[in-house]
C-alpha cells in the first residue's frame, strides 16, 4: 500500500504508529522507512497547527489534542474503508482473506464443504479456516465470521443470523439393545447406560422438547463421560450404551445399521445453528456471500429435516 503525503494517507500512519507504540514499529508494518513515517506525523501537525506527539529518544507519548484527534482518525479511517468496500462490492465479487471460527467436528462435515464451494466460484477469495471448541473473540483474534452451535452465551456488539437447526437423536447398537432392551419411554432412560459428552467439566442434559413448555432434561446413569462426539459414536457402536447425538454426525452409521434410533415417537431436540459477525455499518461482501451460502447449502449436509426453518433474517 502507497501512503501519499495528503491527509488520510498520513491520518492512517498516526494511527498505526500510536497503536504499534513506535515510529519504527509503525514503519515495519506499512513497509515505510522511519524517517518517512516522521515525515507524515510532522505533515500533520503543521497542517493542524498543534503537537500531536510528545517525543523523546526513548518513548513516545500523545498530548492531549492528540489523543482526541488519534480518535477522531480511527472514525474517519474505518468509515473510508467502508466507502471503498461499498464500491467494491458493487463492482466485483467477494475477494481478499476470510477468516472463519467454527467447532471441529460439524466444521470439517458440514461447514468446509460449503465454504469450499464458495471459494470454487469465486477465485479471489481467500479461506483463513480455525477447526476447534474454544470460543474465540472475534474482535481481538481477527476473525470475520464464526458458526457456533446451541445458545449464544454472549452477543455483545454481534450481530447472529440462524443458518440451520442441528437434530438430536438418542441411538444405540442393535447389540446394546439386544442385551438390554430398548427405552420405552424417558423415564426409562434412567435404567440404562449412557455415554456422555463433556464440555468444559460441564455435563449438558439430553434435552427433549415439549410443546410450549421448557424442555425435559434427563441425564442417564453413566460410567463413560469424554469431550469428542466422534469418539461417543465410536463408542455407542461398540455397545456400550445410548448415545445422545447430532444426526449429521451418525448418519453413515444410521444408513448402515452400525446405529439406530431409539425413542422414535419422541420428537427430537433441535439446536440452532448461528453465523455471527462483529457489528459493522457496512458488511463486506465475503462475510455476506458466506452467510448466504451457509444458510442455502448447511440443511443438505446436515440431513433430513434439518433447515433453517422461518427465521431468515439476522438477529441483532
Given at each position: 500500500?502507497?501512503?501519499?503525503?495528503?491527509?488520510?494517507?498520513?491520518?492512517a500512519?498516526?494511527?498505526?504508529?500510536?497503536?504499534?507504540?513506535?515510529?519504527?514499529?509503525?514503519?515495519?508494518?506499512?513497509?515505510?522507512?522511519?524517517?518517512?513515517?516522521?515525515?507524515?506525523i510532522?505533515?500533520?501537525?503543521?497542517?493542524l497547527?498543534?503537537?500531536?506527539?510528545?517525543?523523546?529518544?526513548?518513548r513516545?507519548?500523545?498530548?492531549?489534542?492528540?489523543?482526541?484527534?488519534?480518535?477522531?482518525?480511527?472514525?474517519?479511517?474505518?468509515?473510508?474503508?467502508?466507502?471503498?468496500?461499498?464500491?467494491?462490492?458493487?463492482?466485483?465479487e467477494?475477494?481478499?482473506?476470510?477468516?472463519?471460527?467454527?467447532?471441529?467436528?460439524?466444521?470439517?462435515?458440514?461447514?468446509?464443504?460449503?465454504?469450499?464451494?464458495?471459494?470454487?466460484?469465486?477465485?479471489?477469495?481467500?479461506?483463513?479456516?480455525?477447526?476447534?471448541?474454544?470460543?474465540?473473540?472475534?474482535?481481538?483474534?481477527?476473525?470475520?465470521?464464526?458458526?457456533?452451535?446451541?445458545?449464544?452465551?454472549?452477543?455483545?456488539?454481534?450481530?447472529?443470523?440462524?443458518?440451520?437447526?442441528?437434530?438430536?437423536?438418542?441411538?444405540?447398537?442393535?447389540?446394546?439393545?439386544?442385551?438390554?432392551?430398548?427405552?420405552?419411554?424417558?423415564?426409562?432412560?434412567?435404567?440404562?447406560?449412557?455415554?456422555?459428552?463433556?464440555?468444559s467439566?460441564?455435563?449438558?442434559?439430553?434435552l427433549?422438547?415439549?410443546?410450549?413448555?421448557?424442555?425435559?432434561?434427563?441425564?442417564?446413569?453413566?460410567?463413560?463421560?469424554?469431550?469428542?462426539?466422534?469418539?461417543?459414536?465410536?463408542?455407542?457402536?461398540?455397545?456400550?450404551?445410548?448415545?445422545?447425538?447430532?444426526?449429521?454426525?451418525?448418519?453413515?452409521?444410521?444408513?448402515?445399521?452400525?446405529?439406530?434410533?431409539?425413542?422414535?415417537?419422541?420428537?427430537?431436540?433441535?439446536?440452532?445453528?448461528?453465523?455471527?459477525?462483529?457489528?459493522?455499518?457496512?458488511?463486506?461482501?465475503?462475510?455476506?456471500?458466506?452467510?448466504?451460502?451457509?444458510?442455502?447449502?448447511?440443511?443438505?449436509?446436515?440431513?433430513?429435516?434439518?433447515?433453517?426453518?422461518?427465521?431468515?433474517?439476522?438477529?441483532?
Amino acid at each position: 500500500m502507497v501512503f501519499n503525503m495528503d491527509r488520510l494517507g498520513s491520518m492512517a500512519v498516526f494511527v498505526k504508529a500510536v497503536d504499534l507504540g513506535s515510529f519504527a514499529a509503525a514503519a515495519s508494518a506499512l513497509g515505510l522507512s522511519g524517517p518517512m513515517v516522521g515525515k507524515h506525523i510532522r505533515f500533520l501537525e503543521e497542517r493542524l497547527g498543534v503537537r500531536l506527539l510528545n517525543r523523546t529518544t526513548r518513548r513516545q507519548s500523545l498530548t492531549d489534542f492528540g489523543r482526541a484527534y488519534y480518535e477522531r482518525c480511527r472514525v474517519v479511517l474505518a468509515e473510508a474503508d467502508a466507502a471503498d468496500a461499498l464500491a467494491a462490492d458493487q463492482l466485483g465479487e467477494p475477494r481478499g482473506r476470510l477468516r472463519v471460527t467454527m467447532p471441529e467436528h460439524f466444521g470439517r462435515r458440514c461447514v468446509v464443504p460449503v465454504l469450499l464451494q464458495l471459494a470454487r466460484r469465486y477465485p479471489a477469495l481467500e479461506l483463513d479456516l480455525s477447526l476447534g471448541d474454544r470460543l474465540v473473540d472475534l474482535v481481538e483474534e481477527g476473525f470475520d465470521l464464526a458458526i457456533r452451535t446451541g445458545g449464544l452465551a454472549d452477543r455483545a456488539g454481534l450481530i447472529a443470523r440462524r443458518v440451520a437447526r442441528q437434530r438430536m437423536v438418542v441411538c444405540a447398537a442393535p447389540a446394546y439393545l439386544s442385551a438390554h432392551g430398548a427405552p420405552t419411554d424417558l423415564d426409562d432412560l434412567a435404567r440404562h447406560e449412557g455415554i456422555i459428552y463433556r464440555r468444559s467439566a460441564r455435563i449438558p442434559q439430553w434435552l427433549f422438547p415439549r410443546d410450549g413448555r421448557p424442555a425435559v432434561e434427563v441425564l442417564p446413569r453413566h460410567r463413560i463421560q469424554l469431550d469428542d462426539l466422534e469418539t461417543i459414536a465410536d463408542l455407542a457402536v461398540a455397545g456400550m450404551g445410548l448415545a445422545w447425538l447430532p444426526s449429521w454426525l451418525i448418519r453413515e452409521q444410521l444408513a448402515s445399521g452400525a446405529l439406530v434410533t431409539v425413542l422414535p415417537d419422541q420428537p427430537e431436540y433441535l439446536y440452532d445453528v448461528h453465523t455471527l459477525w462483529v457489528q459493522t455499518p457496512h458488511l463486506p461482501l465475503k462475510v455476506r456471500a458466506a452467510v448466504d451460502a451457509l444458510a442455502a447449502a448447511l440443511p443438505g449436509y446436515m440431513g433430513p429435516r434439518c433447515d433453517p426453518g422461518g427465521d431468515p433474517g439476522g438477529e441483532g
